[in-house]
Each structure stands twice: as C-alpha cells, then as structure tokens.
C-alpha cells in the first residue's frame, strides 16, 4: 500500500480527534467557574441592559451547541474575540509571544536531542562498563530533577552568583540574536529532562539493535565498527527514538509552562497561567486549543517519518 | 612443497570460554580442525556443543564476556596474504620481527626485490609491499595467523576472504536497507568498486545464487523477499568478493524442507562452481550427508569424532556419533520409537569428570567417570599429532582399550528394503 | 568392509540404520554415572536469582536506598493518629510543619533550622520531611487508580478491536493532544485547588498512556497460541482477558507504572510551583522532595 494512501487514512483520523480536541476545550473552559460576563460586571456599575447585552457579546444567550458552534467557526479563522483583561485581539496578544515561546522550545528540543542521542550512543557502545553507569546515572538524575528547581538554581548561580548572563529579558524583547543570550539558561533548564529521556531510549534502543543478527552480518562483512554502529544500529534505532522525540514536543510544551515562569520569559506559557489565574477565558481556550492542534500534527509527522524511516510498515 | 597442497584452513587447540556470573564457560576447549582448498567440511553437534562459538572464533566476531584463549588460526590464502601485505607491511613477519602476515614464497616478475637485488624478500617488508603493490611481485605461498591480526586486518579478511551465512535469514539482513544495496555495501568495500560497478555485481550476485528479476528485486527490501529468498541473498553477500571459505551456521535450520533441500543444492553447486571451501555447521547428520566431505563430531566443546562422511556414516566410533545417528529418523523405519541420546549438554561450566559424555552414554564404565579420553586413531589407539581427514579419530575409552564390557552397537545398510550387512564394533 | 564407492549411497537417507544405542539402560544404572551440577550454581529460586542479580546492579540498590530513606523520613516524621489511636508514635522532624515562629521568616539555614525557614516562620526540614507523605501518596494513589482505569480499557481495545478500539483509541488521542500540565491546569481550575481534586486532574492524563501502552502488548499477545486454545476451549472473553492475555501483557505496563510515580510526584511538584498544587497551607513542602524514579 502506498504512502499516499496512508496518508489520507491518517488525515481522515485526525478529523475525529480534533473535532474531540475542540470539544474537550470549549467544555473544559466551558465548566470554569464565573462566566466572563461575571467577570467584567465585577468592574462596572450593574445594570440589567448591560448584562444582556453582555451576554449576547458572548453568545451566552444561545444554547450550548449553538455557542461551541460559534467558537468554532471563529476559531477556524483563528478569532478568538478579544482579551477579557487586556482589551488585545487573543489571536494579536498570542502571536506576539509565539515566537520567544517557539525560540525557547526549538533551543531546548535541540539541546535535548544533540545532548541525548550523542550519550545514547556512546553509552550503548560501552554498554555495562563505567562510561555507561555514570551516564545512565547522569540521566536517572536528569529526569528526576524538577524543572522549576533547576531552573531556579541556574538562575542563582549564573546570574545572581556569577553575574554572567542577564537573565530576565525585557519585556518587549524582539526574536533577535540579542535574545539568544537570554535563552540559553531557559532553554538547558528545558532540554535537559528530554535529554536525558532521548538519552535513555537512545541508549536501549541501540543495546536491542545491537544484539540484532543483522549486527552480525555486517561485521562478517567486514565493515568497520563505525560503519556497522553508524550505518546498520543507529539507523534501525531512530526508527523508535523518532517516536519518543515527537512525544517529547509535548513534554517541551509541558516544560515551557514552567521554566517560562521562572524564567519570566514572555512566552504563551506565562500567557496561559496569566489567563488562567485571570480568568481570560478567550485566550484560554485560544492557547489550550493551539496547543493541541500543534500535537496533533506532531503526532502526525512523527507517524510519517516513522512508517518512512522503517521500511516494513506500510499501512 | 607447493602452497596448494596445505590445507586452507588450520584450526589448532582453539579455546573459547565466555566469562559469566556463574563461572568460565568453556565454549570451545581445544578444538583443531583442517579444511582444504574447496573442500566442504561440516561441524556437528547439538545445540551447546561450541560449534557455533568456533566458527565465530575463527571470524574473531566473539563479542564480551566472550574471549579467545588461546590456540592457533592459520588461514593459507595467497591472495588474503597478498592483500594485507600490501596494506599492512608493518604486520609482515620477517627474520627479525614476528608479525602476522607469513609470505612464504615470492614470484618476482622483474627478478629483484625493492632497489637491492640480493635481499631476501622478508628482509623488507615494506618493498615487497610497494612491489606487491605495482604488480612486480606476487605471493606464491603464505599464510596469515589470524588470531594475531589487528582489528583492521580482520575487517580485510572478514567478508573477502571468509565469509559467513547466518541460522535465521529472517534475522541477518538488516531490515531498512534494500537487499542490493546490503550486497553492495560488502563489494564496494572490498573490490574497490564505484557505485555503478557495485550494483551490477550485486545484480549479477543476485543472479547467480537464483533470484528471478535480479534487476528490479535490487531494490527490494528483505521483508518482501520469502525466506528461501532471504537465505539467497545472505549467500548472495558472503559470494559477493570471491571468498576462499564460507562458513556456513546452520543454514537451512529456519527454512521449511523443500527450501532446505534447494539451499544446500545452491551451496553444493557454488563450491563446486567457484571452488569455495565450505565449513557447514548443523545439528543435522541429514544436512551432512547431502553436502559435505569430511566431519567432525563436538560435545561439550571438544571435538570427539572426526573422519570422512562415508566413514562416519557407514562406520561411527564414538557412542555419541551412533546416538545422533540412531535419532535420525528414517522411511519405513520400523522401530517402534526413536531412539534420541537421552538427557542434555551438560552445562559447560561444570563438565562432568572424566568423559565428559558419561552420564548421557549406555555405555558407560567406572573408567569412563575417571579418565578422560584423548582423541585418538580408532585403528592403533594412538593419539595423533596434528588433525588429519584422512585418519578416522574419536574421543573414547573403547578405542585406548580401557573399557571392559565396550561398545556394542550395529549399523545395517540397507541395499533394498530387506536390512542386510551389519557389523559389531 | 568396503564402502569406499559408496558416497553415492550415503547421500540417500533411509539407507543406515544404527542399532544397539539401547538408552533402557538408563533407568537402572547405578546414580554413580549421574552427574550432578554443584548446588551453589543452580538449585536456586527464581526470587533469590532476581535478588541476586538485583544486588550487583549498583543503581538500583542506590535507588532503593533512597526510597528507604524517604519512606522512613517521611513515615517517622511525625505521628500518624488514625480514629484517635496513635499508630506511630515517633517524631523526627524537630518542628512542627505546620507552626509558625514569627520570630524567624525566612531565616537562612542556621543549626535550628538547617533548612532554613519559609515566609511564615515555619521550619523547611520538618516540611520536606513531611511533605513526602504528600508526594509519596499522590504518586501511588495517582498511579493505583490510572491503572485501574487504563488497563482494563486498554485490554478491551486491544481485544475486541473494531468499534470499541476505535472509541477508546480516539479519546486517548484527544486526551493525548494535550500536554499533561495543560490539561491538568485546565482541570485543577475547572475543579479547584485540593488533595482528590489534584489527583483526579493527575489520573485524567495518566492513564491514557498506560491504556495505550497495554492495548499494544495485548494486540500482540492475544495472537498466542494459549490465547486460541483457550477460546477453542469455550472459556468466556471475560476470563480470557484477565487470566491469559492481561497479565502476559503486562510486564510492560508495570514498568511504565513504577517510573510514573515519579513524574506524577514532578508533575505535582510544578503544579504546586505554579500554585495551583494543594491548598495553602498544607505542608506544600510536596513540591520540592525529588521524585526519583528507579531504573
Ligand atoms: S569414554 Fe565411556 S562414557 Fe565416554 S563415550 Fe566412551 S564409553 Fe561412553
């Protein structure tokens, strides 16, 4: 069966879950208590005509399915209303702070995986010797380092201790070669946990590639070491590091809500906890839907580059 | 005394032990064997006899916890010697360096070695490279011990000179490259060819070992080739650079039996064909029979039978050799059950006292706890010096005349339906 | 004897017989012949083996180690009463978690509090120590209760297929489109801050992974054999399920499970540093015990 085919199966998948995806985000926000009617009449003086008219500014006279229904059809143009706190279009305040959150999310994915595949490696090749005990070592402790604490302490040896990096970025900061410097602390205190989790399947990966009779063969062959290692086991072991990188996008997400806090980095992390402890409902749903969405299709070129980096699967 | 008449192959006192948490493993307790030039020679045994670990002990592809103990691999091809020397003068031996690569004999074309003509050859290892190199001189005789050669010079030898099929063909082609490309790969390496060139010989490789549409399976990938195929093309790669021996790890034991009786037709036909000496190793006597020429018999790491085939069939010595036989099973056999050697391989890292067969043989004595047998002439009793196909040897007490009751067993041939001939040892 | 012209023959099987190989003779033979291994190497039992292997693994023992050490500190760290009988009566943390001394905010670490002291006064040792009973229960409750929800959903999927999978399936890829902080913040603000309130949040996004985790091992253990005989017997699906394929699936999972209680443990930890973790108050010291998981 070809690749076409395949993928058209796959899209025709997608249509299911992100209608659910849809679903679940307008009724999780849906559910948050006080409606953002409640929210601006905490504000003003009350009078009956303008809660009405509140209401109906919000679709919030219509019935529920007509509501999702609304959001929807705005959502697919990517209008999300305007912020309850801020008075900014939730598409215009998000798209202002994408590009630091994707800056940061790109360097940590890229610290992750020039970081974790390389040891993988190398600890594979010396599988079970001390190099490969201090790494495997090294990763236990990678993981199980809470990203807030690690980042906290970088920030307290590296710029309070040591002053080297100006740490908190200016507000209105610009994608710039200037942000790069501020991006670098974020950014390793991001990466490291994937790092260490690409590291560790990396690692078993190869180890199961390399007991592999296929190994065998190519030695008899006479290929060199780093031939049959680079060429035959590292190629077979992407096949499933691929698929542990694309869930890593979700854990860099998941990460970036956390080191942008404590990084103050002006990301769409900080925007979501802002708007959830404000209770910006439009920019909530706004984010928690993008967020989704761009998993979805991770999910998806992850299935590709899967099903094309190993030859037997043909769906 | 010409380079041809010595055998190709010398396996001598080779030992192999893996290094585990329960102790020393003694996969392969000193083992020697000899192949000639184009000769197909078998290895049998059941599973854990070593014979697995042995032919990996002469491809050096023994990895951790295992380790080569000891024991000599003398590999006799011009053209392997011909080969290293040229790449590695510095592995030459000569009068006064020791050194892996033996050139035995020269043939100078131009009568003189390097710029000095009254030098012997080993005297200058690295001339007789540069002129091995611009084809003044050739090797004539000369050997390589290749238990001694570096990891680089393996890689030479490794698939050019030896080169191997593996038990499960299914396994052994790596699944994400194209089957050509994973012939081409060993050809490019070895025969100093160009991309272009590569396929084509690959192509050609697939031809020759009975692929339909060479050309356009190239491209295939090994899971859409059927196992008969797989084995094709994993033949198809250790044939690729004109190999002096194959060794061969139970190849047909994963394939059905029509497609086991195509495999081992292919090989019979290859070594004939393009006079490549096969080590065949099998569990199988059935196997034996239809290939090989010569056969050696391990238990428990060590060898206990060696003879021709003929004689082995027709006159086996050693109690284990008439248990796998006995448990072959056979048309119209009209036994009521099977006979099949009672009991396992002891475990190697306790061998049983004495010989080490005692506790699974009928006809075990109390001699048999205490001595070890040697491997001797089944003729005179006497030890032998160096392995040779053509003296009938097994490992047992009956042959150093130590035993009281001995071994009795009968084998009949069958001439036609009715069993006649028989013989009492 | 002659059979030098016999090669032909040879290769034609059927034609040899051997006789006299009699292997009756084994069952009256004289146990002198029978050779035994030394007991030291085998005559071991599957539990001691794993120990044993278990003991030369230096991480793992380090591992252990540590989660011994938590499980003290945090079990002796202050009396536990349940209905009014005190079951443990030690008390190792030297202040109480929850005490506040206003006389010493946040104090650096001093030979008092070696900790140091949070915003309120109250003593950072005697909170982690603590707090660990939090972390550690959130981590197995979180874990018990997805494995509950997972496995059985995910052997259903697997075993059933059709329909059932593809429901099953599309809600876990619904659920798995959203990173699990994302959607555990949603759902700790729609239900607010609280110990079952987090824990629900936290199971909501862990058991998908084990649900898909299993229906995987499942598909491919349910092509056993034993599963085919067993249907072949008439066994009903229900006792199939749960007596044949889930428990030879479930190596995996178990794996999984025991490394997720350690990123339960983190995940809760950052919600706690986002303050959407316990109420406050509570010795939130939860979100700095490190979580570590045993390889
Ligand atoms: S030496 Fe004794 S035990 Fe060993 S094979 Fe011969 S008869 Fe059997």
């Known amino acids: 069966m070809s690749l076409q085919r395949y993928l058209i199966k796959r899209l025709l998948v997608m249509i299911p879950v992100l209608f659910g995806v849809t679903l679940l985000t307008f009724s999780l926000t849906k559910m948050l208590p006080g409606s953002p009617v409640d929210y601006i009449l905490q504000f003003q003086e009350t009078t009956p005509g303008l809660r009405d008219q509140l209401r109906a500014q919000f679709n919030l006279d219509e019935p529920v399915y007509i509501q999702y229904w609304l959001w929807l059809r705005d959502a697919v143009m990517l209008d999300f209303g305007d912020s309850l706190i801020s008075d900014r279009s939730v598409s215009g305040a998000i798209l202002t702070r994408l590009p630091k959150t994707l800056l940061l999310g790109f360097m940590g994915f890229a610290i992750a995986i020039s970081i974790g595949i390389p040891l993988g490696v190398i600890a594979a090749i010396n599988n079970g010797n001390t190099v490969d005990e201090a790494s495997r070592v090294a990763a236990l402790i990678g993981i199980a380092t809470p990203n807030f604490w690690l980042g906290l302490m970088l920030l307290l040896v590296f710029s309070v201790q040591l002053g080297l990096f100006r740490v908190i970025p200016p507000d209105k900061a610009v994608l710039s070669p200037a942000m790069l410097k501020f991006v670098i602390l974020p950014a390793i205190t991001l990466g490291t946990a994937s790092s260490a989790l690409i590291m560790r399947l990396t690692r078993s990966s190869m180890v199961e590639e390399l007991n592999k009779d296929y190994v065998r063969t190519a030695k008899a062959k006479g290929l060199s070491e780093r031939t049959v290692i680079v060429k035959h086991v590292l190629r077979n072991s992407m096949v499933s590091v691929v698929t542990v990188a694309a869930i890593q996008v979700a854990f860099i997400v998941n990460g970036s809500v956390v080191v942008e806090q404590v990084f103050s980095w002006p990301g769409v992390g900080r925007l979501l906890i802002d708007a959830i402890t404000q209770r910006d409902l439009p920019v909530l749903q706004a984010i928690v839907l993008m967020i989704a969405v761009t998993i979805v299709f991770v999910n998806l070129v992850a299935d590709l580059l899967y099903s094309w980096l190993d030859p037997r699967i043909r769906y | 005394m010409s380079a041809n008449d010595e055998p190709l192959l010398s396996v001598d006192n080779l030992q192999t032990s893996f290094y585990t948490e329960e102790g020393e493993v003694k996969a392969v307790n000193d083992v020697s064997y000899q192949i000639d030039r184009g000769e197909r020679f078998a290895v049998v045994g059941e599973s854990g006899a070593g014979k697995s670990v042995t032919s990996l002990s002469l491809m050096r592809l023994i990895d951790d916890p295992g380790r080569i103990k000891g024991g000599d691999v003398t590999f006799r091809s011009t053209s392997a010697v011909a080969k290293l020397a040229r790449q590695f003068p510095e592995g030459v031996a000569t009068e006064n360096r020791s050194g892996y690569i033996h050139v035995d004999e020269l043939r100078a074309e131009s009568g003189s070695v390097g710029s000095d003509p009254g030098a012997t050859v080993r005297d200058r290892p690295t001339e007789v490279a540069t002129s091995l190199h611009d084809g003044s001189l050739h090797v004539e005789a000369g050997h390589v011990d290749v238990l001694d050669a570096p990891d680089e010079a393996m890689q030479e030898l490794r698939g050019a000179e030896i080169a191997m099929i593996f038990q499960d063909p299914h396994t052994a082609l790596n699944p994400v490259y194209t089957v050509g490309e994973q012939i081409a790969e060993a050809v490019r390496k070895h025969l100093d060819m160009g991309d272009a060139a590569a396929r084509e010989r690959a192509i050609e490789m697939l031809d020759r070992v009975g692929i339909p549409d060479a050309e356009e399976r190239y491209s295939d990938y090994p899971h859409e080739f059927s196992g008969g195929m797989q084995q094709r093309a994993v033949i198809a790669i250790a044939l690729s650079c004109d190999p002096s021996l194959i060794v061969a790890d139970e190849p047909t034991t994963a394939l059905d039996v029509t497609i086991e009786a195509q495999i081992l037709d292919l090989l019979k036909e290859l070594s004939d064909e393009e006079d490549v000496a096969i080590q065949l190793i099998t569990h199988d006597l059935g196997v034996v029979a239809e290939l090989c020429d010569s056969v050696m018999v391990m238990y428990a790491g060590k060898p206990v039978e060696r003879s021709s085939v003929e004689e082995l069939y027709y006159d086996p010595k050693h109690p284990y050799t008439v248990g796998l036989m006995s448990s072959i099973p056979r048309i119209g056999d009209d036994r009521d059950r099977l006979d099949t050697v009672p009991g396992t391989m002891p475990d190697l890292v306790q061998l049983p006292s004495g010989c080490s067969f005692h506790p699974r043989c009928p006809y075990a004595e109390d001699a048999c706890i205490q001595h070890e047998p040697p491997l001797v002439d089944t003729e005179t009793g006497e030890p032998i010096e160096e392995p040779d196909a053509d003296i009938h040897t097994a490992a047992c007490l009956e042959y150093t005349g130590d035993l009281q009751d001995g071994v009795e067993f009968d084998v009949q041939i069958r001439e036609d339906a009715a069993a006649d001939g028989g013989e009492s040892v | ?295």
């Not at chain 3, 190792?92 to 002291?117: I, K, R, V, W, Y």
């Open chain 3, 1 to 295: 004897m002659s059979h030098e012209s016999q090669r032909t023959t040879t290769t034609e099987r059927g034609r040899i017989r051997v006789t006299g190989f009699d292997t009756s003779v084994f069952e009256d033979r004289d146990e002198r012949f029978d050779w035994q291994q030394d007991e030291s190497t085998v005559s071991r039992d599957r539990l001691t083996r794993a120990w044993e292997r278990f003991k030369r693994n230096r991480t793992a023992l380090v591992g252990l180690s540590i989660i011994a050490l938590m499980l003290f500190t945090t079990i002796f760290a202050r009396p536990i009463v349940i209905e009014g009988i005190t079951v443990q009566p030690f008390s190792l943390a030297p202040f109480d978690p929850t005490n506040s001394n206003f006389a010493a905010l946040n104090e650096a670490p001093t030979a008092t509090h070696p900790f140091g002291t949070d915003w309120s006064g109250k003593d950072i040792l005697s909170r982690v120590m603590y707090g660990g009973r939090y972390s550690l229960t959130i981590g197995v409750i979180t874990v018990s209760i997805a494995l509950s929800v997972g496995v059985p959903l995910g052997a259903l999927a697997g075993y059933y297929g059709g329909w059932i999978d593809e429901v099953i399936m599309r809600l876990v890829d619904i659920l798995y489109a959203f990173p699990f902080l994302v959607l555990a913040i949603a759902l700790i603000a729609v239900l607010g801050q609280g110990f079952w309130n987090m824990i629900t949040a936290l199971v909501l996004v862990v058991w998908i992974s084990y649900a898909r985790l299993l229906r995987g091992e499942v598909l491919s253990v349910k092509e056993n054999e034993y599963v085919t005989a067993a249907k072949a017997l008439g066994a009903r699906d229900r006792s199939i399920i749960f007596r044949h394929v889930v428990p030879n699936a479930m190596a995996p999972v178990i794996v999984q499970a025991t490394l997720g209680i350690g990123t339960v443990v983190l995940n809760a930890a950052a919600l706690g540093f986002l303050g959407l973790g316990l109420e406050p108050g509570s010795p939130s010291g939860a979100a700095c015990s490190p979580a570590v998981a045993v390889a």
